[in-house]
């Protein structure tokens, strides 16, 4: 009897007597992303990459993400673009038109959500980013761009409420940005907010990207004897802004950051410098937060940090939510086809760790900004929508007398 026939015959006998063949698993469903892994503002995209794959382990190892009948496990595919927009833009048309991405995840920096957010438009597939805020990502009328973070146009707001009620309120201001699509959008919505609040702007100050030399800024804010001074800005601009203040004793009663202070790694590379300094964040690990896969957001913190040995950021949470919308949009849709997802992803409602998630008409969440504020060794969340929580430090004594 040849071998062939040997190995059929137990197939022959399930036909005979009626069992079938165990079922194929069902395959798994690709999301792609490409992330900064290494460049000027990796430390920052990190923080996708690592979110990413904790969700998407988390969600696996609870089953996966259920589409009609069948269950099916998510994969991850994520690129390094090396903080090159134009690299970035290859490597998704790669995921879509080649590796076949069933959806897509963001990268971080609103320019790079931008152009990347092109490509998904294009090829009609959805793409969940929680790492651009620009209003003009979201002002296109593109339909296949959803994101998580609140309106950069509003990253000052509950600031500018706090300065009208710090005792005494600023004399005098200063907006400093990044031209950059993020911080062009801050610096657009900060001025009339500004205006509003009866604030002098003493400077309205445009510096490059990844700019090192902020000498001739700071000593401006000396000379005109600026009160508080508003930055927007990536996180390597700001460490270098704080060190040169430092460096030319230029203390103002008050900085305020977009970015940096709710990042352990900023807070640790600044040591005692960054005290006094305030911030803004849209997430803090609360228990109150509660989720479907982690529990609740103090959990979650907890094991991010045991997995990759640092804490996590409203970065981390944004990237966590995205992939989540995924899931409950997938299982909302009964399908893994983009259009279905997309249609899905404009009406989803869940409650994650990052805080309630229903996208508006463009596209966009907004969950609001509470004031932070680095005191010694705890960061202090300072000013939220019913005012102050925690009284701030102010004003901001001389470097000298720290």
């Known amino acids: 009897m040849s071998r062939r026939l040997l190995f059929a015959l137990p197939v022959l006998a399930l036909a005979l007597y009626g069992a079938a063949p165990a079922a194929a698993p069902a395959p798994d469903v690709l999301l792609g992303a490409s992330v900064q892994l290494t460049g000027p503002v990796a430390n920052t995209g990190r923080y996708y990459r690592d979110a990413y794959q904790m969700a998407v382990d988390q969600i696996n190892a609870a089953g996966g993400v259920k589409i009609g009948d069948a269950t099916h496990k998510l994969a991850l595919k994520i690129y390094d673009n090396q903080s090159d927009v134009n690299l970035s833009v290859r490597q998704y048309t790669q995921l879509v038109t080649q590796d076949k991405a069933n959806l897509l995840l963001g990268p971080f ?4 959500a931008l ?3 092109a490509v998904s438009e294009k090829y009609k597939v959805p793409m969940v980013q929680g790492g651009g805020a620009s209003d003009q990502i979201f002002s296109r009328k593109f339909k296949y761009i959803f994101g998580t973070l609140a309106p950069a146009s509003n990253y000052f707001g509950s600031t500018v409420e706090m300065l009208k009620a710090l005792k005494p309120a600023p004399a005098s201001v200063a907006l400093l940005y990044a031209d950059d699509a993020f911080d062009v959008s801050v610096a657009q919505g900060t001025r009339p907010l500004l205006k509003a609040a009866g604030l002098p702007v003493a400077m309205d100050e445009r510096y490059s990207t990844n700019a090192t030399d902020f000498n001739s800024l700071l000593s401006q804010i000396k000379s005109k004897n600026v009160d508080a ?3 927007a ?3 390597t601009e700001i460490l270098n802004f704080v060190r040169q203040a430092k460096s030319l004793a230029v203390a103002p009663k008050m900085y305020s950051f977009t970015v940096g202070v709710p990042s352990e790694d900023f807070r640790k590379a600044l040591g005692r410098d960054a005290d006094y300094a305030f911030g803004m964040t849209a997430w803090l690990p609360s228990a109150a937060l509660k ?3 982690f529990g609740d957001a103090e959990q979650f913190a907890r094991a991010y940090k045991a997995k990759f040995g640092y804490d996590p950021d409203y970065h981390a949470a944004s990237g966590v939510a995205d992939v989540e919308a995924l899931v409950y949009a997938m299982e909302s849709a009964g399908s893994a086809k983009p259009q279905q997802v997309r249609d899905a ?4 409602k869940f409650d994650s760790l990052y805080g309630p998630v229903a996208f508006n008409a463009q596209g966009q969440i907004d969950l609001p900004q509470v004031v932070i504020q680095v005191q010694g060794d ?5 000013y939220g929508a019913k005012g102050f929580i925690t009284q701030p430090k102010y004003p901001m004594p001389a470097w000298n007398a720290r």
């Not at 920096?109 to 790079?112: C, D, R």
């Not at 992803?345 to 989803?348: D, G, H, R």
């Open 378 to 382: 705890q960061l202090a969340e300072i």
């Open 291 to 293: 989720d479907r896969w």
């Open 345 to 348: 992803l404009a009406k989803i």
């Open 115 to 117: 152009a990347d957010s």
């Open 233 to 235: 800005g990536h996180e």
């Open 109 to 112: 920096a609103s320019n790079f």
């Open 229 to 231: 001074v508003l930055v």
